[in-house]
């Protein structure tokens, strides 16, 4: 019983992680209608970027709550700038253009950036200091949960529920509501779209900056190229969820995370990637729209 | 009179055909790539550009053609000739299972369930299913063609192969063009829902699409296992089927000249600027975008406006 | 159209010229190695310790009165780009590889060498690299089934383990080596109670580690490479696995330490002599003269392997005089002894590298490394 709870932890945190980047991918889509193929290299650049800001202002090691936040603060707000300006200049030109035109140029922004991390960091894997956050064990009868794993979990819930709250509760997240679901009827509400997408862009990067910061803390071996599989698997998620569903993106987050461990557990790990695309494939076919989407009428 | 098309790539060809004469094999090597990917983006541009279908998962079908003929040559003896027959037929048959249970799917989600097919057809490689394709290192030691107890086995043979089948493509995009099929997809890429309330089955032309499309890739799938000798998965993983996928929108998707740019574009510049080795593809990437937004629907479009020969009275 | 023949002809002969020209008083040496990807420490100190020893030749007067030119060709340690690879190096018309860093990359080009009269030296200790008995091919470190047979010995014999679990990743290296220790374990009388898989580059070893958790072990090995095998070791100790880890030959680089953090202590490593611990006067000086051109030490032991590998092949050349491979392969496989920087070097027909040494290393507090067998 403690295995499978076990299991269970495991695959919770990781699934927490794919929460914070389906969000980044979900919130864009449901404006935009638009895959950001770039965010996951977005969350790549933020681990870089935390580890850097990391060694360069508490070089002489000593890790204290103000350091761990300070890393934070800065790498979210870095990497919210670079997804501003990802938009500005290769998303809002082709607003208008065909479809596949923005998914290319998308693409283009990914090997941008992945090559950018490339260029400044090396080609050779990185590695997280091991003492950022202090290695306390926490044994639950059996069930061993990691300080690390433990502020992963707490952290990501905090931020979701704070997400859900500003979507749902505040004036601002109702203008986002309303431009996701028609652009010229906002703006002609008075809706500034434009400035709207700016919001999307910055809370999404933000949020994958947290997730690509934990990613290093935890798994402390980083390489440029990283970002490609944590984006696949997020925007899995986010599709299961249902795309363009806020809390769709944090469902199916935690669902893929839940599912990939007790795959790797009780079945093959080595598996886990077909059963993985399976699963998206039979969502897709039943239920077009994700768990949590409404089904809703082709508009033609 | 021959069209437009018709003489551009007559041109590519004689061009490509003579292009051996003044090439070191080196360049020889880089020329013979060039073909086979071409073949490919022009199989994928029957799916994406024609047929519409968002498909991101190419390098899997592309794949197929390629482990068939090593698995059939190295583990069971086969002559290379004796694999070209099951390296076309099985992409084909497989894209008929895996493809027709979510051809209906509509556009982004299209596009990442043919990831996602991708991603398993990879696993399966790496996983060395049935002892057959040989894990993440794939299969060495693929003989080269023998006819008549004469090998094939010069970059120069390599080369004018994968130019017969790039003008065996050719032939048939010409001849899909003027079919019953070419007709449809004009009339679905017009207006779909036109199209669909005139009686024509639009997923049964995407799915013909998937089935040639697959078949041409499984083509020049062999023809890659064969000049490289070894195929290993990460060939033919999504970062290649993004490749294909961006060649043909880059290029001018059902455009045969906006296509062969597109190989040239994606594939050799970045061998020609291999001194700049580690920046290029930065650049690369910033070109995507640029190109995108100064030529959203490609370097040489095609005009969907213009109404085809085909449709002129007296014309064939 | 007179003008185009003009030129095309003017095009081609200065290619010819260009070939030509090069042809006649250098010779090309190829590497084939990681250079950029995963593994890129290793391939990177393969190539420079290649160039170190080819400026050392040439600023000795060369070999038979040519300059040596070095090609590097980057597989990123990935079987295709390798293909790729062994067909550029070819072209160029190298007369030896030294190379590759991974089992399945110097595989996957071994066929094209051998196809084109090209030797080639390699690292790659996967038991196969010998199989076909190409005569253009040379292991310069030393085959799995002797590190098994060792390991083996060591964990049955010295440690008494009861219960012991293997790990690998889907490498055929990796695979090989961890199917020949399970195997050679078994002949030892000692029991393997599992024997699993992970897919290298997931970081995520929780799944699989969780599983092992529960059968209690006394030992894991694990046969894969450090970038895995270092996040292992870690995740083994946070989950309160308390079992030995003992790292197969491509554990053994400085990103295992880092990987592992403070879990690196206590891991035990089975390799070859590791550079400080080669015992001879030319290993120290390879080192000295390393790190004063790099700033830096080689990152394991398998670049002195390769530098080995290289060095055998010039000392052939002396000795024949000649740039005939064939030749010079007919000399190799008849080598004894020859005095190498990791001990002497002596091949066997199928170009097999003979007399094996191997030690356990335990890695201290402060990552260094301590010799723990008898």
């Given at each position: 019983?403690?295995?499978?709870?076990?299991?269970i932890?495991?695959?919770?945190?990781?699934?927490?992680?794919?929460?914070?980047?389906?969000?980044?991918?979900?919130?864009?889509?449901?404006?935009?209608?638009?895959?950001?193929?770039?965010?996951?290299d977005?969350?790549?650049?933020?681990?870089?970027?935390?580890?850097?800001?990391?060694?360069?202002?508490?070089?002489?090691?000593?890790?204290?709550?103000?350091?761990?936040?300070?890393?934070?603060?800065?790498t979210?707000m870095?990497?919210?700038?670079?997804?501003?300006?990802?938009?500005?200049?290769?998303?809002?030109?082709?607003?208008?253009?065909?479809?596949?035109?923005?998914?290319?140029?998308a693409?283009?922004?990914?090997?941008?950036i992945?090559?950018?991390?490339?260029?400044?960091?090396?080609?050779?894997?990185?590695?997280?200091?091991?003492?950022?956050f202090?290695?306390?064990?926490?044994?639950?009868?059996?069930?061993?949960?990691?300080?690390?794993?433990?502020?992963?979990?707490?952290?990501?819930?905090?931020?979701?529920?704070?997400?859900?709250?500003?979507?749902?509760?505040?004036?601002?997240?109702?203008a986002?509501?309303?431009?996701?679901?028609?652009?010229?009827?906002?703006?002609?509400?008075?809706?500034n779209?434009?400035?709207?997408?700016?919001?999307?862009?910055?809370?999404?990067?933000?949020?994958?900056?947290?997730?690509?910061?934990?990613?290093?803390?935890y798994?402390?071996?980083?390489?440029?190229?990283?970002?490609?599989?944590?984006?696949?698997?997020?925007?899995?998620?986010?599709?299961?969820?249902?795309?363009?569903?806020?809390?769709?993106?944090?469902?199916?987050?935690?669902?893929?995370?839940?599912?990939?461990?007790?795959i790797?557990?009780?079945?093959?790990?080595?598996?886990a990637?077909?059963?993985?695309?399976?699963?998206?494939?039979?969502?897709?076919?039943?239920?077009?729209?994700?768990?949590?989407?409404?089904?809703?009428?082709?508009?033609? | 009179m021959?069209?437009?098309?018709?003489?551009?790539?007559?041109?590519?060809?004689?061009?490509?055909?003579?292009?051996?004469?003044?090439?070191?094999?080196?360049?020889?090597?880089?020329?013979?790539?060039?073909?086979?990917?071409?073949?490919?983006?022009?199989?994928?541009d029957?799916?994406?550009?024609?047929?519409?279908?968002?498909?991101?998962?190419?390098?899997?079908?592309?794949?197929?053609?390629?482990?068939?003929?090593?698995?059939?040559?190295?583990?069971?003896?086969?002559?290379?000739?004796a694999?070209?027959?099951?390296?076309?037929l099985?992409?084909?048959?497989?894209?008929?299972?895996?493809?027709?249970?979510?051809?209906?799917l509509?556009g982004?989600?299209?596009?990442?369930?043919?990831?996602?097919?991708?991603?398993?057809?990879?696993?399966?490689?790496?996983?060395?299913?049935?002892?057959?394709?040989?894990?993440?290192?794939?299969?060495?030691?693929?003989?080269?063609?023998?006819?008549?107890?004469?090998?094939?086995?010069?970059?120069?043979?390599?080369?004018?192969m994968?130019?017969?089948?790039?003008?065996?493509?050719?032939?048939?995009m010409?001849?899909?063009?003027?079919?019953?099929?070419?007709?449809?997809?004009?009339?679905?890429?017009?207006?779909?829902?036109?199209?669909?309330?005139?009686?024509?089955?639009?997923?049964?032309?995407?799915?013909?699409?998937?089935?040639?499309?697959?078949?041409?890739?499984?083509?020049?799938?062999?023809?890659?296992?064969?000049?490289?000798?070894?195929?290993?998965?990460?060939?033919?993983?999504?970062?290649?089927?993004?490749m294909?996928?961006?060649?043909?929108?880059?290029g001018?998707?059902a455009?045969?000249?906006?296509?062969?740019?597109?190989?040239?574009?994606?594939?050799?510049?970045?061998?020609?600027?291999?001194?700049?080795?580690?920046?290029?593809?930065?650049?690369?990437?910033?070109?995507?975008?640029?190109?995108?937004?100064?030529?959203?629907?490609?370097?040489?479009?095609?005009?969907?406006?213009?109404i085809?020969?085909?449709l002129?009275?007296?014309?064939? | 159209?007179?003008?185009?023949?003009?030129?095309?002809?003017?095009?081609?002969?200065?290619?010819?010229?260009?070939?030509?020209?090069?042809?006649?008083?250098?010779?090309?040496?190829?590497v084939?190695?990681?250079?950029?990807?995963?593994?890129?420490?290793?391939?990177?100190?393969?190539?420079?310790?290649?160039?170190?020893?080819?400026?050392?030749?040439?600023?000795?007067?060369?070999?038979?009165?040519?300059?040596?030119?070095?090609?590097?060709?980057?597989?990123?340690?990935?079987?295709?780009?390798?293909?790729?690879?062994?067909?550029?190096?070819?072209?160029?018309?190298?007369?030896?590889?030294?190379?590759?860093y991974?089992?399945?990359?110097?595989?996957?080009?071994?066929?094209?060498?051998?196809r084109?009269?090209?030797?080639?030296?390699?690292?790659?200790?996967?038991?196969?690299?010998t199989?076909?008995?190409?005569?253009?091919?040379?292991?310069?470190?030393?085959?799995?089934?002797?590190?098994?047979?060792?390991?083996?010995?060591?964990?049955?014999?010295?440690?008494?383990?009861?219960?012991?679990?293997?790990?690998?990743?889907?490498?055929?290296?990796?695979?090989?080596?961890?199917?020949?220790?399970?195997k050679?374990i078994?002949?030892?009388?000692?029991?393997?109670?599992?024997?699993?898989k992970?897919?290298?580059?997931?970081?995520n070893?929780?799944?699989?580690?969780?599983?092992?958790?529960?059968m209690?072990?006394?030992?894991?090995?694990?046969?894969?490479?450090?970038?895995?095998?270092?996040?292992?070791?870690?995740?083994?100790?946070?989950?309160?696995?308390?079992?030995?880890?003992?790292?197969g030959?491509?554990?053994?680089?400085?990103?295992?330490?880092?990987?592992?953090?403070?879990?690196?202590?206590?891991?035990?490593?089975?390799?070859?002599?590791?550079?400080?611990?080669?015992?001879?006067?030319?290993?120290?000086?390879?080192?000295?003269?390393?790190?004063?051109?790099?700033?830096?030490?080689?990152?394991?032991?398998?670049?002195?392997?390769?530098?080995?590998?290289?060095?055998?092949?010039?000392?052939?050349?002396?000795?024949?005089?000649?740039?005939?491979?064939?030749t010079?392969s007919?000399?190799?496989?008849?080598?004894?002894?020859?005095?190498?920087?990791?001990?002497?070097?002596?091949?066997?027909?199928?170009?097999?590298?003979?007399?094996?040494?191997?030690?356990?290393?335990?890695?201290?507090?402060d990552?260094?490394?301590?010799?723990?067998?008898?």
């Open positions: 019983m403690d295995i499978f709870l076990q299991q932890v495991n695959g919770l945190t990781i699934g927490s992680l794919y929460a914070l980047v389906a969000l980044g991918y979900t919130m864009v889509y449901g404006v935009m209608k638009l895959i950001n193929f770039a965010h996951g977005l969350v790549a650049l933020s681990a870089f970027a935390g580890l850097t800001i990391y060694t360069s202002i508490f070089s002489n090691g000593g890790t204290s709550i103000v350091a761990v936040i300070t890393v934070f603060l800065f979210a870095i990497i919210a700038v670079v997804g501003v300006l990802l938009e500005r200049f290769a998303y809002k030109p082709l607003r208008t253009a065909p479809r596949l035109s923005a998914v290319v140029s693409l283009g922004a990914g090997l941008v992945q090559n950018a991390i490339m260029l400044i960091w090396g080609p050779n894997m990185k590695i997280f200091p091991s003492d950022l202090p290695s306390t064990v926490y044994d639950i009868n059996g069930v061993v949960i990691t300080f690390t794993q433990f502020m992963i979990l707490g952290l990501s819930s905090i931020l979701m529920i704070a997400l859900y709250l500003f979507i749902n509760k505040t004036k601002m997240g109702t986002v509501r309303a431009v996701a679901i028609n652009q010229d009827a906002a703006q002609l509400m008075g809706i779209v434009n400035k709207i997408i700016m919001i999307i862009f910055i809370i999404g990067s933000a949020l994958g900056a947290v997730a690509g910061l934990f990613i290093g803390i798994y402390r071996g980083i390489t440029f190229d990283m970002g490609w599989m944590y984006g696949l698997n997020a925007f899995v998620a986010a599709i299961i969820g249902g795309i363009g569903n806020i809390p769709g993106a944090m469902f199916g987050g935690l669902v893929l995370g839940l599912f990939n461990a007790l790797s557990g009780y079945i093959s790990s080595a598996w990637e077909t059963f993985t695309f399976t699963l998206l494939i039979v969502v897709l076919i039943f239920r077009p729209t994700g768990i949590l989407g409404e089904t809703v009428a082709e508009k033609v | 021959m069209s437009r098309t018709n003489i551009i790539a007559l041109i590519f060809l004689i061009i490509m055909g003579l292009y051996p004469l003044f090439a070191d094999s080196a360049w020889l090597a880089i020329g013979t790539t060039f073909l086979v990917f071409s073949v490919v983006a022009f199989s994928q029957i799916i994406l550009g024609r047929a519409g279908a968002f498909h991101m998962g190419h390098a899997a079908f592309f794949g197929m053609g390629a482990y068939t003929t090593a698995i059939l040559n190295v583990n069971f003896g086969w002559t290379i000739l694999t070209w027959a099951p390296a076309v099985i992409p084909v048959i497989v894209s008929f299972i895996v493809i027709s249970p979510i051809i209906h509509r982004d989600y299209l596009l990442v369930a043919t990831i996602g097919i991708n991603i398993i057809f990879l696993q399966i490689l790496e996983n060395d299913l049935f002892g057959l394709t040989g894990g993440p290192n794939g299969i060495f030691g693929i003989d080269v063609l023998k006819v008549f107890g004469y090998e094939f086995f010069e970059q120069t043979h390599m080369y004018y994968s130019f017969i089948l790039l003008g065996i493509t050719l032939f048939i010409k001849n899909l063009d003027s079919s019953k099929f070419g007709r449809a997809m004009f009339y679905v890429n017009k207006d779909d829902v036109a199209a669909q309330s005139m009686g024509i089955n639009i997923r049964y032309y995407k799915m013909y699409a998937f089935a040639i499309g697959a078949g041409i890739a499984g083509a020049a799938g062999s023809m890659f296992a064969v000049q490289y000798s070894a195929v290993s998965p990460e060939a033919f993983d999504v970062l290649q089927s993004i294909f996928f961006t060649i043909v929108l880059v001018g998707s455009s045969l000249p906006g296509v062969i740019i597109g190989t040239f574009v994606m594939f050799v510049l970045p061998e020609i600027f291999r001194e700049f080795e580690t920046a290029r593809y930065l650049i690369f990437g910033l070109a995507m975008i640029i190109m995108m937004i100064l030529r959203p629907r490609g370097i040489w479009p095609v005009k969907f406006g213009n085809p020969s085909f002129k009275k007296g014309k064939k | 159209m007179r003008i185009l023949t003009k030129v095309a002809t003017l095009v081609a002969l200065s290619v010819f010229l260009v070939t030509a020209g090069s042809a006649v008083d250098v010779i090309k040496i190829g084939q190695a990681p250079i950029t990807g995963k593994y890129a420490n290793e391939g990177q100190s393969i190539d420079n310790g290649v160039r170190l020893v080819i400026d050392q030749i040439n600023a000795d007067g060369g070999l038979l009165g040519k300059q040596l030119e070095v090609v590097t060709c980057d597989d990123e340690g990935k079987a295709q780009k390798a293909a790729i690879c062994a067909r550029k190096l070819v072209n160029e018309k190298v007369l030896a590889v030294i190379g590759s991974t089992s399945g990359a110097t595989e996957a080009a071994q066929t094209t060498y051998y084109n009269k090209t030797l080639q030296t390699s690292d790659g200790t996967s038991d196969s690299l199989k076909h008995k190409y005569w253009t091919f040379f292991r310069n470190s030393f085959q799995n089934s002797a590190q098994a047979t060792f390991t083996a010995n060591y964990f049955v014999k010295e440690k008494g383990y009861k219960k012991i679990v293997v790990i690998s990743d889907y490498s055929s290296y990796a695979v090989g080596l961890a199917d020949s220790v399970t050679a078994e002949n030892e009388g000692g029991k393997v109670i599992y024997q699993g992970i897919k290298s580059g997931t970081q070893f929780t799944a699989v580690l969780t599983k092992i958790k529960s209690n072990p006394d030992a894991i090995y694990f046969s894969g490479y450090y970038t895995d095998g270092g996040l292992i070791r870690a995740q083994q100790l946070q989950l309160g696995i308390k079992a030995d880890f003992i790292g030959d491509s554990n053994d680089n400085p990103d295992f330490m880092k990987l592992a953090g403070k879990s690196a202590e206590g891991t035990y490593m089975i390799n070859f002599p590791t550079p400080d611990f080669l015992p001879y006067d030319a290993a120290k000086k390879f080192m000295k003269d390393y790190n004063k051109k790099y700033g830096k030490d080689p990152a394991s032991v398998w670049a002195l392997m390769n530098v080995d590998g290289l060095s055998a092949i010039v000392h052939a050349v002396r000795e024949t005089k000649s740039l005939d491979t064939k010079i007919n000399y190799l496989h008849k080598l004894k002894d020859f005095p190498g920087i990791t001990g002497p070097v002596s091949f066997r027909e199928d170009g097999e590298r003979i007399n094996t040494k191997f030690n356990v290393y335990q890695v201290q507090a990552n260094s490394y301590k010799i723990v067998n008898k």
